[in-house]
């Protein structure tokens, strides 16, 4: 069976499925890619279910070497990814052989890239998932060089097929349902956050994102008792400035959330790197 | 009626105010058991969250709440005991603020049966209501950054265990070498919602 040696992890490279949906209950982070739709298209491309376990990479993407015959495609933001040499393009599957190197450089238009193989990386699953959860340590640790992964079979794979690659936005608009912790900021506080530009922090992992820009005044001071929160929830701190949860955010939290982004644009919101502006606009369902 | 408010959260998700930690336990119970198109169903300290995926509950959610907070009391979870070693980094602290010694602060947090509330901050972290009201101290103004495994604590209103060793901001009394989360074990959490749970000093 064929199996990928990573020569060089880069700065944060994991293994990602759709993660563990259903489990909040027990305090258990929803994880999975950070960027669901780029780890699907990933997954189609080459033929895998869309929730095969593939390589999510931040930043800077691996360096992998495949010991057997694999078939690869790329998704996400664009890593300038190489396969021995000749340019590897997103959304097309491209056929490794065995001594193959798959070299991904920095990532362009997007935080995260994703690496998909056919037959999906076999690590084992914790609770039904193989994502790593970077809050809570579940699932496999990050990749470190020298790691080797095992493919697997590809048995009863439909074939791959190629499927265009858009580019993401400069600067995305993503929509938020207002609430459920609105009614705990000043009049107006809501005008602000859909008005500002927001500058992305470097305080920024798969947990969350801090966000840059005017403070958000609450109306009272009072403390909120702990409760559930969404992934895209836009959680307000005493600083006044909102931090995004992104998929390995705690289930339960202490801090009022006067929005929620819209579950179509929390790829993109997990494509958010530092650096980068994001707005906001009103959205009801 | 009892009546049950019910806020967006996202455009896949509701919370719903109730008016205690028991009626969010029962209303999160009842939807757990009535909605099969939820996905998650995560009680807090006086509200419950719900997710869906691409189909919207079939139910109105108020209603089924409603119904279940106007029905006969569901029966209460189960009792844990939890063997502790009360050696804790901060029990002389605490000692220190609430007036008591520290062997008063240990007879105190053995003294009463807590109710676990909701679970939370990691896989298996229950938070206990039932705090001696003399033990009500402030979390530390600098999180630790590592607290160990089993390490057993106090904050506000709460008691808890921590599961795994994590950065924690909970004042630390003791230790105990109950295993409170194993993502191996069925179920993998050791206490749920609506358990009682007694801490014992070894």
């Not at chain 1, 190197?101 to 994703?114: D, F, N, P, Q, T």
């Not at chain 1, 579950?263 to 530092?274: C, E, I, K, R």
């Not at chain 2, 959260?9 to 336990?25: I, K, M, S």
């Not at chain 2, 006086?46 to 108020?62: F, I, M, Q």
């Amino acid at each position: 069976m064929t199996s990928l040696a990573f020569l060089r992890a880069g700065p944060l490279t994991t293994v990602q499925d759709l993660g563990r949906p259903g489990l909040a209950h027990l305090g258990v982070p929803p994880s999975g890619a950070a960027d669901r739709s780029a780890l699907e298209l990933g997954n189609r491309v080459v033929g895998n279910d869309p929730d095969a376990a593939g390589l999510e990479a931040s930043l800077v993407g691996p360096t992998v070497r495949f010991d057997g015959p694999a078939v690869v495609a790329l998704a996400g933001a664009d890593a300038g990814a190489t396969l021995s040499g000749r340019r590897v393009v997103r959304g097309e599957a491209v056929v490794a052989v065995s001594g193959d190197v798959l070299e991904l450089g920095r990532c362009i238009g997007g935080a995260r890239a994703y690496v998909c193989v056919r037959g999906g990386i076999d690590v084992e699953d914790t609770l039904g998932s193989r994502s790593t959860d970077l809050l809570t340590g579940l699932g496999p640790a990050p990749l470190r060089d020298g790691h080797v992964l095992r493919i697997g079979s590809e048995a009863g794979l439909p074939p791959p097929r190629a499927e265009p690659v858009v580019a993401a936005p400069v600067e995305p608009v993503l929509r938020v349902v207002p609430g459920p912790r609105h009614d705990w900021f000043a009049p107006g506080a809501l005008d602000v956050l859909l008005s500002a530009v927001w500058g992305v922090t470097p305080a920024t992992n798969r947990v969350g994102i801090r966000l840059d820009g005017p403070s958000l005044e609450r109306r009272t001071a009072g403390e909120l008792l702990s409760e559930g929160m969404v992934t895209g929830a836009l959680q307000v701190p005493p600083s006044g400035r909102p931090i995004l949860l992104l998929v390995d955010h705690p289930t339960t939290g202490g801090y009022p959330v006067i929005a929620v982004v819209a579950t179509a644009d929390l790829s993109a919101a997990g494509q958010l790197a530092p650096g980068d502006t994001v707005r906001f606009m009103a959205f009801h369902p | 009626m009892t009546r049950v408010e019910v806020r967006a959260a996202g455009d896949r998700g509701a919370l719903l105010e109730v008016a205690d930690n028991p009626a969010a336990v029962r209303v999160a119970q009842a939807l757990r058991r009535e909605l099969d198109e939820l996905v998650d169903v995560v009680p807090g300290h006086r509200t419950v969250l719900v997710t869906w995926a691409r189909d919207a509950p079939a139910a109105d959610l108020a209603t089924v709440a409603e119904a279940a907070l106007a029905g006969a009391p569901v029966p209460r979870g189960r009792s844990v005991e939890l063997s502790v070693r009360y050696d804790g980094p901060d029990l002389t602290a605490v000692a220190g603020l609430t007036g008591l010694s520290p062997e008063e602060v240990v007879a105190r947090h053995c003294g009463t049966v807590y109710d676990v509330s909701f679970l939370g901050f990691q896989p298996g972290f229950g938070y206990l209501l039932g705090l001696d009201e003399r033990l009500v101290v402030p979390r530390l103004d600098e999180p630790r950054t590592r607290v160990p495994a089993g390490t057993v604590a106090i904050a506000g209103p709460y008691s808890g265990v921590y599961p795994r060793e994590s950065p924690g901001g909970w004042r630390l009394l003791g230790r105990t070498d109950a295993v409170l989360f194993d993502a191996a074990r069925v179920p993998p959490a050791l206490l749920a919602p609506g358990d009682r749970v007694t801490f014992v000093a070894q």
